[in-house]
């Protein structure tokens, strides 16, 4: 894409078989969805991703220019190595990597998905700050560093902790599913209020080293303001 005196705006769902490379200009994702057997490349200009999904089977670089998330949904779907670079805001970030042993590799970047965490298949490895993050089952959540959740944590699949920790820095929040933590902390503006809340259902078992208000299984769960 090299387009300097205009925008190219996408309004058809469409499957694009190679590689998106942006170099200048601007791209309008709409409101249908577009499919890239492929990698995207953005160099310079603007890429506003359709606020529908938007899919990829390879891998999403960002050395310069904007990307912007448009409230839609980024899905890794390929069926072998994929990776993310760069700074990038996501809104929904889907991974749905087939791959048995290859991995979506984000740790080399900054990244925030501003909504929903999905890891619905393969491994993705991440350091990140986070909104609700939902593993499916089968499906592995690999830190490459500490990460921040502000929403809501459900896990039927695989936390691969790394020895790094999770903070829970939300307000009201809550754990579903089975989970091993290697340091879990919630933090919040005060311990005198309800508004730091986090709740455990009672079927699950948080464990590792934990602080906050967590669960009564926890020994002496603390609060860090």
Do not use: M
Not at 116 to 131: E, I, M, N, P
Request: charged fraction near 15%.
């Amino acid at each position: 894409i090299y387009n300097a005196g205009g925008a190219i705006t996408h309004t058809a769902v469409s499957t694009l078989a190679g590689d998106i490379y942006q170099n200048d200009g601007t791209f309008v994702g709409g409101n249908v969805s577009l499919a890239l057997a492929g990698s995207l490349d953005i160099e310079n200009g603007t890429f506003t991703a359709p606020s529908a999904a938007f899919s990829l089977t390879g891998d999403f670089v960002h050395n310069g220019g904007t990307f912007a998330h448009n409230d839609g949904t980024v899905v890794f779907n390929g069926d072998g190595a994929q990776s993310i670079s760069g700074a990038n805001t996501f809104f929904n970030l889907t991974l749905a990597n087939s791959s048995e042993s290859d991995k979506v590799d984000a740790s080399g970047s900054t990244l925030v998905v501003a909504n929903l965490l999905r890891v619905q298949d393969g491994t993705f490895l991440s350091a990140s700050d986070y909104h609700d993050v939902q593993i499916d089952a089968g499906a592995v959540l690999e830190l490459s560093g500490d990460i921040t959740v502000s929403g809501n944590w459900t896990n039927h699949g695989t936390l691969v902790h790394n020895d790094h920790a999770v903070t829970l820095d939300g307000g009201n929040q809550f754990i579903a599913g089975s989970t091993t933590f290697y340091d879990l902390t919630k933090n919040v503006s005060s311990a005198a209020t309800s508004s730091g809340r986090c709740r455990v259902n009672a079927k699950d078992s948080p464990s590792g080293n934990s602080t906050g208000n967590v669960s009564s299984t926890l020994a002496k769960p603390r609060v860090r303001p």
